[in-house]
């Protein structure tokens, strides 16, 4: 196995939940931001005409390997102050809070999501027992190999744009996800998904997606945020127009788990082989092709298959 | 006047005696016209699926209460096992009802993912194909930039690495880096991770493509053996790959749908 793979697997392991990792061989440190180029600011990108390149059948070429540049998927909204406890960080403080980046929560403006009174209690459920799972629903499905779902994939690992006439697929660390641009109807309301049923279009150089059919099942981050069935979300992809950055701004509407709409911001940043692959996000090896311009490959995305039970780290620390 | 013309090239082509040969040409001008890309390579856009019987027996079969029965789609109907591989073969068998990858919902493998009977879908580019299988929703790239296989040759894929180049409209794919972990059907069927196998992908029609695959593998075959199979376009109105991630059922149910009780 080459080191490559075991790498890719390590990390997956490592970073699929950091519960009990004390326990194991010593974990990588994912919150370590220097390593991992992660930034404090959010820019802004507006939607405008899109003046670069295009394929074939028109839509603005963003293809490529894009990461998220500002935190895991520690905490939904204080990106930068991982996990509430944890223990796993106990000698490291995150800092007075204005010093990290701001909640992926854009609107409302208090960075909150607003959930219902017994939504909020499920959350902080979830939340008190993740780093003591007494109970198999307390384990974040993504250490299971589940896919890390809407919009949980895309504070996940880096992953890759593919894109195609009438279709963009991602493919991410943990899943992957077909956009269709071909304006066919949703699938019938009772088939409920992981990565939920995507229908796109463009506008200019945002890729406006509506995502329904979602399983509610997997959480937006460590701290157990999450949504209904009945969800939709409006996914807006805004590129910059020199095609190195692109904020993915969704509205996420349900009725019966939130108090009102609300809109999540996360800011994504294109990887070439300008920079140096890693293993989290820029996981990519250089092709054979001697005498070439280099050019990076994705390796094939293993999870399950190497995974133990409960996803080998995500088991109740010894008391 | 063009009619003419046409018929006295034919008298005089079949005074040269090479009469067949200019009615197979009449015949190749009349094949139907096969997708293309861009670039004038044939494009295997869409989503496919076999409709044989293979992945339960690659091998002729009468009916069982697990499996249909199949004539199989094994040139020569048998596969060239060595003495202990095809022991194992029959140890697999035996215990198939458990042992198979795919009850645990594991990446199917090259080439058993092509004749699964679950759609797979093709996407396409000059530099490569990306196949998606509903299966899993794994994602296996066939590359045709013409770059090599790695340098490293241990990195063990459950797809192993697939490198394709045209011969005419056949796309033909050089699979290698396997494991010695999926099998090849519902019967036992199994390689190691010596597996070596050549695909050849053509277009008989826009909706209909011949493929065939090629295996060898000196820890388990006393010979390479080729195996052959037929699949079809989904052109169902709206037809579209359903999300399977099979093996997230074992857990579905510590994760119900949050309502307010």
Same mark, same amino acid.
């Given at each position: 196995m080459s080191a490559l793979t075991k790498s890719l697997i390590l990390s997956a392991?490592?970073?699929?939940?950091?519960?009990?990792?004390?326990?194991?061989?010593?974990?990588?440190?994912?919150?370590?931001?220097?390593?991992?180029?992660?930034?404090?600011?959010?820019?802004?990108?507006?939607s405008a005409p899109w003046q670069g390149q295009r394929i074939s059948d028109g839509q603005p070429e963003i293809q490529g390997h894009w990461s998220n540049t500002i935190a895991n998927h520690n905490n939904w909204t204080d990106p930068q102050g991982g996990v509430p406890d944890d223990r796993s960080r106990a000698n490291r403080q995150p800092g007075p809070r204005e010093q990290r980046a701001p909640s992926r929560v854009t609107d409302p403006a208090d960075g909150h999501v607003p959930f219902q009174p017994w939504a909020l209690a499920l959350q902080q459920e979830f939340l008190a027992h993740f780093p003591n799972p007494v109970k198999p629903q307390y384990i974040e499905p993504l250490a299971r190999c589940a896919p890390g779902g809407v919009?949980?994939?895309?504070?996940?690992?880096?992953?890759?744009?593919?894109?195609?006439?009438?279709?963009?697929?991602?493919?991410?660390?943990?899943?992957?996800?077909?956009?269709?641009?071909?304006?066919?109807?949703? *699938?019938?309301?009772?088939?409920?998904?992981? !990565? #939920?049923?995507? %229908?796109?279009?463009w506008e $200019?150089?945002? *890729?406006?997606?509506?995502?329904?059919?979602? !399983? #509610?099942?997997? %959480?937006?981050?460590?701290? $157990?945020?999450f949504a209904s069935e009945n969800v939709q979300i409006e996914e807006r992809f805004i590129f910059d127009n020199d095609g190195q950055r692109y904020n993915y701004v969704a509205t996420f509407t349900d009725p019966t788990v939130y108090t009102q709409p609300w809109t999540a911001t996360i800011p994504a940043r294109r990887y070439t082989l300008k920079q140096e692959p890693d293993e989290w996000h820029f996981a990519v090896a250089l092709a054979n092709a001697p005498g070439r311009e280099p050019l990076a490959e994705r390796y094939e995305r293993i999870c399950v298959e190497n995974n133990g039970g409960f996803g080998n780290v995500a088991v109740a620390p010894k008391q | 006047m063009s009619t003419s013309i046409g018929r006295t090239a034919f008298t005089y082509v079949c005074a040269l005696a090479v009469c067949s040969l200019t009615l197979t040409g009449f015949?190749?001008?009349?094949?139907?016209?096969?997708?293309?890309?861009?670039?004038?390579?044939?494009?295997?856009?869409?989503?496919?699926?076999?409709?044989?019987?293979?992945?339960?027996?690659?091998?002729?079969?009468?009916?069982?209460?697990?499996?249909?029965?199949?004539?199989?789609?094994?040139?020569?109907?048998?596969?060239?096992?060595?003495?202990?591989?095809?022991?194992?073969?029959?140890?697999?068998?035996?215990?198939?009802?458990?042992?198979?990858?795919?009850?645990?919902c594991w990446t199917l493998g090259v080439p058993r993912g092509?004749?699964?009977?679950?759609?797979?879908?093709?996407f396409q580019r000059d530099r490569d194909l990306t196949v998606v299988f509903q299966f899993g929703q794994s994602v296996r790239t066939?590359?045709?930039?013409?770059?090599?296989?790695?340098?490293?040759?241990?990195?063990?894929?459950?797809?192993?690495?697939?490198?394709?180049?045209?011969?005419?409209?056949?796309?033909?794919?050089?699979?290698?880096?396997?494991?010695?972990?999926?099998?090849?059907?519902?019967?036992?069927?199994?390689?190691?991770?010596?597996?070596?196998?050549?695909?050849?992908?053509?277009?008989?029609?826009?909706?209909?493509?011949?493929y065939q695959a090629t295996l060898e593998d000196s820890k388990v075959y006393s010979r390479p053996w080729t195996l052959s199979a037929i699949l079809h376009r989904h052109r169902e109105k709206h037809f579209q790959l359903i999300e399977n991630y099979c093996f997230a059922l074992d857990y579905d149910k510590y994760y119900p749908v949050p309502v307010n009780e």
């Amino acid at each position: 196995m080459s080191a490559l793979t075991k790498s890719l697997i390590l990390s997956a392991l490592a970073f699929a939940s950091n519960v009990g990792s004390a326990q194991q061989t010593p974990a990588p440190q994912p919150q370590a931001a220097p390593g991992l180029r992660f930034e404090k600011t959010v820019p802004t990108i507006i939607s405008a005409p899109w003046q670069g390149q295009r394929i074939s059948d028109g839509q603005p070429e963003i293809q490529g390997h894009w990461s998220n540049t500002i935190a895991n998927h520690n905490n939904w909204t204080d990106p930068q102050g991982g996990v509430p406890d944890d223990r796993s960080r106990a000698n490291r403080q995150p800092g007075p809070r204005e010093q990290r980046a701001p909640s992926r929560v854009t609107d409302p403006a208090d960075g909150h999501v607003p959930f219902q009174p017994w939504a909020l209690a499920l959350q902080q459920e979830f939340l008190a027992h993740f780093p003591n799972p007494v109970k198999p629903q307390y384990i974040e499905p993504l250490a299971r190999c589940a896919p890390g779902g809407v919009p949980k994939s895309f504070i996940w690992h880096g992953y890759e744009i593919r894109q195609y006439p009438g279709y963009v697929l991602f493919l991410f660390d943990s899943g992957t996800r077909i956009v269709h641009l071909d304006g066919k109807p949703p *699938l019938p309301e009772n088939i409920k998904l992981w !990565n #939920a049923d995507s %229908r796109g279009r463009w506008e $200019g150089n945002t *890729l406006i997606v509506r995502v329904s059919n979602n !399983n #509610a099942k997997a %959480r937006f981050g460590r701290t $157990g945020e999450f949504a209904s069935e009945n969800v939709q979300i409006e996914e807006r992809f805004i590129f910059d127009n020199d095609g190195q950055r692109y904020n993915y701004v969704a509205t996420f509407t349900d009725p019966t788990v939130y108090t009102q709409p609300w809109t999540a911001t996360i800011p994504a940043r294109r990887y070439t082989l300008k920079q140096e692959p890693d293993e989290w996000h820029f996981a990519v090896a250089l092709a054979n092709a001697p005498g070439r311009e280099p050019l990076a490959e994705r390796y094939e995305r293993i999870c399950v298959e190497n995974n133990g039970g409960f996803g080998n780290v995500a088991v109740a620390p010894k008391q | 006047m063009s009619t003419s013309i046409g018929r006295t090239a034919f008298t005089y082509v079949c005074a040269l005696a090479v009469c067949s040969l200019t009615l197979t040409g009449f015949a190749s001008a009349a094949a139907p016209k096969i997708p293309r890309l861009p670039n004038g390579k044939p494009n295997f856009s869409g989503i496919w699926q076999t409709t044989s019987a293979a992945d339960f027996d690659l091998e002729p079969h009468s009916a069982r209460k697990d499996a249909p029965p199949g004539a199989g789609i094994v040139e020569g109907n048998i596969i060239p096992y060595l003495p202990d591989a095809l022991e194992q073969r029959k140890k697999n068998f035996e215990e198939r009802a458990t042992a198979d990858p795919r009850t645990k919902c594991w990446t199917l493998g090259v080439p058993r993912g092509i004749y699964y009977p679950e759609p797979f879908q093709i996407f396409q580019r000059d530099r490569d194909l990306t196949v998606v299988f509903q299966f899993g929703q794994s994602v296996r790239t066939i590359h045709t930039n013409g770059t090599l296989h790695p340098v490293e040759t241990d990195n063990e894929f459950w797809l192993g690495d697939s490198r394709g180049h045209w011969e005419g409209d056949t796309l033909v794919v050089d699979v290698t880096d396997f494991n010695n972990e999926t099998w090849l059907d519902r019967a036992g069927n199994f390689h190691s991770e010596k597996l070596h196998v050549i695909e050849r992908w053509k277009l008989l029609d826009a909706n209909t493509i011949d493929y065939q695959a090629t295996l060898e593998d000196s820890k388990v075959y006393s010979r390479p053996w080729t195996l052959s199979a037929i699949l079809h376009r989904h052109r169902e109105k709206h037809f579209q790959l359903i999300e399977n991630y099979c093996f997230a059922l074992d857990y579905d149910k510590y994760y119900p749908v949050p309502v307010n009780e």
